[in-house]
């Protein structure tokens, strides 16, 4: 299916930020500045292990298409068509008129850039914008960050289960039709160190990554002579790439030692080959039996890449069994594991075991009648829910070692720069710290300005820099809160001004007249 303009421009929302839109301009509000936040409510959960932090994604393309989006004739022709349960239309004349000059260069936005690792209930990003502009904001905005940050961060686990060894993003055909791109970009983001997906890799200006698949050694087998002459006519045509995925018939009874025999003729061409593929079976003990093979033929460093559902906790297992059972077959473990290659395909791009990103987009702020900023609130019965009103600024502290000991949330006003410094729970009465200079070593912003009315005002670079951005913040993160399974909680607080506004504004809400 071709994506039409009405799908992928200024309709890519839901039908209801229409509606609101609206009403907004029927009454006169449409035009009023307003402050929206974009947050998450809790890391993912994968069910048998859980992430303690998440990383940040999606910024970028979400950027771009706001740039490249204009409301057509289309759209509003298409609006204008609706017609409510009565058979009026649903959209009038002068909202359409209105909206037909309507962009998103009427944003301004301030975020965390990609890449940097984040925490529940924080502002990760903040909108700025006429009231219906911002409301219509909302789905596309949530669309483009949640994915790839759920992506991103499933492949941050990923890659630090393989210690930060190579990991292939091989999960295109098993993606969400056209999110497969997001996927590998923010894969890469997360640590991925390259993809299969072709076109998105040289979007990004990278190499692609990928060997042969059965079909073509199951082609052989049955018309061309066998497994041995498919390794070679790979061998032919790829001789400076050649890696061979062995385990169609018998890993280790015919893959490793047709790959052997292929291996030496490369050699004595002058040719070296890259390494073998194993998809099937038990891949640590596979890896293990054919690095033996391998040294023993005279090829100690050839690559091992690992496939065939892979995911973190996996990740973790094979490479634990490797170092208990490399001895039994006097290999040494540690070559073992430095030969290795992950590649990581659908329990990476659907984030296996929690497949959405809980983020949420509230207005915490709205200017009145006389332009004057009027903080708003959402109360809920779940304490998770509540958003913190009023326009806020986010700042991470760091201990006297250098590591981020908090988040913390505060007025857009503060800065953190008072000692000691007091850090409230969000949720929990009563609960918080203090904390004195010889306790804190610097204080950052992470909210920084992006856009100014529709018009970029930084410039944060692409995928590698976002990559950066993500190996140095998990440097300065507690390993308890890195952990696989039961990950450490990180510190979120709130700044006691903040506290003092949320709870008077509660308390003005559910006061009942008597």
Not at 424 to 452: F, K, M, N, Y
Request: with cysteine.
């Amino acid at each position: 299916m071709v994506i039409s303009v009405l799908a992928s421009g200024f309709l890519f929302t839901d039908h209801y930020q229409l509606t609101m839109a609206q009403l907004y301009h029927r009454f006169g509000l449409h035009d009023r500045l307003a402050q929206f936040d974009y947050s998450y409510r809790s890391n993912p959960d994968y069910g048998t292990h859980q992430a303690g932090y998440a990383v940040t994604a999606g910024l970028g393309p979400l950027l771009d298409w706001m740039d490249r989006t204009r409301v057509e004739p289309a759209d509003t022709a298409a609006l204008g068509a609706l017609q409510s349960a009565a058979g009026t239309p649903m959209f009038s004349r002068d909202f359409l008129e209105w909206m037909s000059s309507a962009a998103y260069s009427a944003v301004s936005m301030w975020a965390v850039p990609e890449g940097r690792i984040v925490h529940p209930n924080t502002p990760l990003a903040v909108v700025e914008a006429p009231l219906a502009i911002a409301q219509m904001l909302e789905t596309p905005l949530l669309n483009h960050l949640n994915y790839a940050s759920l992506i991103a961060t499933k492949a941050s686990r990923v890659v630090e289960a393989a210690h930060e060894g190579p990991v292939f993003e091989f999960g295109m055909r098993r993606a969400p039709g056209w999110g497969a791109n997001d996927a590998t970009r923010a894969a890469l983001i997360g640590g991925a160190t390259a993809s299969s997906n072709l076109g998105m890799s040289l979007e990004l200006g990278l190499a692609s990554q990928g060997t042969h698949g059965h079909s073509m050694v199951q082609v052989f087998m049955s018309i061309a002579g066998g497994e041995l002459e498919a390794f070679r006519a790979y061998a032919d045509v790829y001789p400076d790439n050649c890696l061979l995925l062995v385990d169609t018939i018998d890993t280790l009874g015919s893959g490793v030692p047709n790959a052997v025999r292929v291996f030496e003729e490369l050699r004595s061409a002058g040719h070296e080959p890259r390494g073998i593929r194993l998809d099937s079976g038990d891949l640590a003990h596979l890896a293990v039996r054919s690095a033996r093979m391998l040294n023993e033929a005279g090829f100690p460093d050839v690559r091992i890449v690992l496939s065939s559902q892979l995911d973190e906790l996996t990740i973790w297992q094979i490479r634990n069994q490797i170092i208990d059972e490399a001895p039994r077959y006097e290999v040494e473990a540690a070559s073992v594991l430095a030969r290795l290659v992950y590649g990581v395909g659908s329990r990476m791009v659907t984030s296996h075991g929690d497949s959405s990103f809980d983020g949420v987009y509230k207005v915490v702020a709205v200017q009145n009648a006389s332009r004057e900023w009027r903080p708003a609130i959402k109360i809920s019965d779940s304490p998770a829910k509540l958003a913190y009103p009023g326009r806020k600024g986010l700042w991470r502290v760091y201990d006297q070692r250098g590591i981020a000991t908090a988040d913390l949330v505060t007025l857009a006003e503060e800065t953190p720069d008072g000692r000691p410094l007091h850090l409230i729970h969000p949720v929990q009465a009563g609960v918080g710290r203090v904390l004195g200079d010889e306790e804190i070593s610097d204080t950052e912003p992470l909210l920084i300005p992006i856009c100014a009315k529709g018009r970029r005002v930084v410039d944060l670079g692409g995928v590698a820099e976002a990559r950066s951005r993500r190996v140095a913040d998990l440097g300065r993160l507690d390993p308890g809160v890195r952990r696989l399974v039961n990950p450490h909680t990180y510190h979120v607080s709130l700044s006691p001004r903040l506290v003092d506004l949320k709870q008077t504004m509660m308390d003005a809400l559910v006061e009942i007249p008597g």
